[in-house]
C-alpha cells in the first residue's frame, strides 16, 4: 500500500501553479462518460498492475464519469456514510483505516491530430474524492490531494496522438480527509469533470480582471493581471459593449486603466460585460462586473452601500448523483432562491463546481466562497493537535486556499472568500488569511471560528439569540467564545451569522425577529440560513418504495441520522414552509397598508421599484369584491419609501374584511415570469361580532334505549358523552389533546432553552433544559387518560364533562362540553381548565375529533395556504383555500408534527359534506389540523414510507400551540410563542 495516503502533502507529480477556470479557444476534450472500474474494499487489494497501458481491464465494471461510485454499485461498491461531526475512522493522525475503499478507473481514448499544439497540455481535475493516484500511459504523472479543488497536471511528456489509457486509482481515505470533515455524506469518487487542456506556447495561461466601479462618478476601472510567456504578448483586453479596447505590449505595462461610465454589479442588478482577452495565438472570455467591495468601520460596503445579506448556506447535492454537479438543476435552484428573495449564498464549506459560480454572478447573489477545510472532528479532544494549528499541515492548508482563490478570482457575485468551516483556528488558519490578504486586498476574508476577529475581517457567529446579537452590537455582554471583554473591540466590525435558523423538520422559528435585529443593529448585515436542501438520498424499499435515505440507513456504526435532513427544500425538490416564510420576512419590498393608505419602503440594493406594480385586493369573507392596481411613483434603493392613497374599503355585509396588497414584477425578470409576488401585506379593514348561538330554538335531545343520545341529526354515546355521528358523517371524539409528534426541534437539546429562564434571567442564552418532548414525556402528555364525570341531558342539550390527567400524575385537565342543536347546526361550546401544579409548556391544547378515512379534498377559511405557527406566519394570509389532504401536511425527511394553520374560521370536508366553523371566543380563534394520522402513529415511524395505512382522518381543533423554534441547532422556542399550560374555549359549529 502506498505510503501516499499517510502523507500530509497537497500533492505531488506534475502539479502546475492553480489557475482561473476561464473560457479559451484552445483545444480541450473533456474525458467525461463510460470508464472501466473496479472496486475494492480495501487499498491494498485493489488490483496490481492496473496502470500499465497493457493491462487488461475486460473484466472490470463499467462507471459513468463524473461519479460517487459509492452511489452507482448497489451494495457492490460499499456505501454512503453520513456523519456531522465525529469522524467515521479512528483518530490517529496521519493514519486511515485499513478498510479504505478504492476505486481504479480507467480510460482508453483517442487524441486527434491537431490536438497536441506546439506547447503544453494540462490534465484537470475539478474534484475527487478524496486521494487520487493519476497515470498517463502507464507513467504515474500525480498524486492528487484536496477533494473539492481543481487541480492540473502537466502531462505534455505522456500524452500522444491516437490511443492514450488512463488509470485513476482513488481512495476514500487518506491523511487529508481528517481536513474534510464537513457535516455531509462521505462520498468517494471521481465526481467532477477530468479535462485535457492544451496550452499553446504563446497562450495566455491566467487572467485576473478586477474590475472596480466608482461610485462617486459611475466610471468602472480594470486591474488586469496577466499571466503569460514572453512570447505572448502584445496581449488585448476588449469590451465590446463598451466599444473599449486596449493592448498591453508587455507585462510592464499592466497598469490600471479606466473604461468609461459603466452599469456596476450587484446582486440585485448583476450586470455583466463580456471581456475578451487575446493575442495571435489565442482567445480567452469571461464576464466582468464592476463593482467595489469595502469595509469601512463597521460597515460592509459594496459601490458605497451596505450589504444586507439574505442568505443560504448551499452545499452541493442531488439526490441521486451526491456531489456531481448538474448545471440545469444548479440554475433552477438558483432560480428558487431569487423567487424567495434570497440574494446570497455562501458555499458550505467547499468551492462549488465553477460553473455555479458563473450563474451566481449571472443571476445575482452575493456569495461567500469557502475553502475546503473543516476539522471538526478534533473538537472532542478540545481541539488538541488540530491541523490548523499544527505545522505539519501548513502547506496543505496554504495550498489550499491558494487553489480555491485561484480558481475562483474572478467572478463579481464572490464578495468574501472563507477560510472555511469548524475547523479552529492557530497558526496556519492566520497563513491562510494573510496570504489571502496579500493576494487579493480588496475582498474580505471570513472564518467563523475567528471569534476575537485576530486574522478576519467580518465578525462572524452561527445560531445567536437576537439577545446575544444585540449585545455584541453594543459591544457589552459576555464574548461567548473568545477573550472576555472583546465584544467592544468587535462592535467595531461588521458582523453577520454565517449561519442561522437551522432549517432541520418543521422550523425554524422567529425568522422575523433576526430580521429586525440585521435592520436595527447597526453592525449586522444579515445571515445565511442553514441549510438549503436536505441531503437525502433516494433508495427504494425492498417492497419498491421510494424513499430518501439518511444516516444510519446504510448500516453506518457510527451516524447522525437525520441532520442531514435540514433544509428549506426536502431532498426531493419540494419547498418547505419555512422557504415561504423566508422569503416573506426577508423580502426587500417592505409593505404596509391601512384603510386607506399603503406605504412601500424599497430596502434593496439597487433598483427602484418600477419593475413592480401594486396591487389592491377587497377581500369579504374570503371572496375577492374589488382589484385594483395603485399609481405610485418609483421609490429607489437602500431605505427610500412612498405612501400612496388608497380607496376606502367597503363594507361587507357581515363577516370579514381583508385587504391585501401585492408588489408583484411588472414583467418577465430573468429569475421570475411577470405576476411573480415579491411582497404581500394584509389588514383586516371590517370585523365582526360573531353571534353567539344560531338564532333558531335548540332541538331536544332523546336519549335511546340504545344507549344513543340523538340531538337531531347528532348521535352521542350516553355513556362517554363522545359525538358518535353527525348525520352520515361517522365521528369520534372530540378528545383532549395535549400532545403533539415531536418536530426535530422538540426532540434535539444541544443548545440551551428559553424555557428554565422566565424571565429570561441572563441575556443570550437560556438554562440547559432537557429536549420539549422529554418534558413533554415525563409529565405524560403523550399518555393522558381520560375519566367521565358527567353526561348530563337537558331541554336544551347536552353537557359532558371529562377529566384528563396521565398515570402517576395529580395534575389534570377539567374539559366541559356543552352540546346544543340549533338552525340544523350542532353547536359545541367547550372549556378546558387545567388544574394547579402543571410546568413547563405544552406542545398543544385541541380537540381530536376522528372522522372517516379516505377524505380526499378540503376547504378552509382561515390562514394559508401553508402550515403556520405562532413564530411563523409571516406568509401567511387570511383567505379560502382549497387542497387536498396530503397538501395539508409536509413530507419531512422524519415524519413528525406538520400541518398546523393558525386562526381557522370554517374547514369543509365536500367529500362527506361536512362542515366545520370555529368563532372566536376571548378575541381568538383556534387554529386547526387535518391529517391521516394521529400523533403516536406520526411519532412512531421514522421515515414517511413508515406511516400505516390508515382508515381515519383526524381534525384538531386546537386552541393553542407550541411555537417551532430552531432548538434542533440554536435558540429554543421564544417565551412569547411558548404555550404555557392554562385553560382555553372552544365555540365550534358543525353542519353535515
Ligand atoms: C454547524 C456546521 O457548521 C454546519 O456544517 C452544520 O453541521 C450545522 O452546524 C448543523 O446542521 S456547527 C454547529 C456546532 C453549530
Redesign the pocket.
Known sequence: MSNELTSFSPGSGRRVRPRSHLASDAEALNLSGEWRFSFSARADLAPEGAAAVDFDDSDWDEIALPAHWVLLGGDDWGKPIYT??AYPFPVDVPNVPDENPTGDHRLAFEVPEGFLPDGRVLLRFGGVESLCIASLNGVEVGVIRGSRLAQELDVTEELRVGTNVIHLRVHQWCAHSYLED???WWLPGVFREVELLARPDGGIDDVWLRADFDPDTGEGAIVPELLAHPSAWPITIALPELGFATTIASPDDLDAFGVGIVEPWSADRPNLYEVEVSNAVESRTLRVGFRRVEIVGHEWLVNGTKLRLRGV?RHEYDPDHGRVFNRERARDGLLLMKQHNINAVRT??YPPHPELLELTDELGFWVIDECDL?T?GF?FDDWESNPTDDIRWRDALLDRVQRFFERDKNHPSIICWSLG??AGVGSNSEAMAAWLHRRDPERPVHY?PDYDLTHTDVVSR??ATVEAMADMSQGAGKHEFGTPGRNAVLAERPMIL??YA?A?GNGAGALSLYEEAFDTLPQWHGGFV??WRDHGLRQTTPEGVEFHAYGGDFGEVLHDGS??C?GMVLSDGTPTPMLAEFAAVTSPIKLDVWENAMLVENRRHDGDTSDLRFVVVDEHDGRVVSEIEVELRPVGPAGDSGIAELPEALAPHGGEAWRTVRAELLEDSAWAPAGHVVARVQFRTHGVIEPSLPSGPSIRPVLGDDGRITIGRAVFDARTGDLVSLGDVDMAGPRLDLWRAPTENDSLS??HSYVDVEPIASRGVGGPAPSSETQWRTAGLDRLQRRVLAVDVSPEGLRVLHRYAPAASRESVLVELLWEVRDGQLVLAADAQPSRGWTGTWPRIGLHFVLPGGLERVEWFGTGPNENYPDSREAAIVGRFTGTLQDMTVNYAVPQESGHREGVREVVLPDVGLTVRAHEVGGKRPGFQLRAHDPHEVAAAAHPHELPGSARTHLHIDAGVHGLGSR???PDVRPEYQLRPGPAQWSLRFKA
Open positions: 456531522n461531526v464537513q457535516d455531509q448556506n458550505a464549506h473543516e471538526h473538537v468551516n469548524e467563523e452561527m445560531y454565517c449561519e437551522h432541520m442553514w441549510e441532520f442531514v435540514d444541544d443548545f434542533s441547532c440554536g
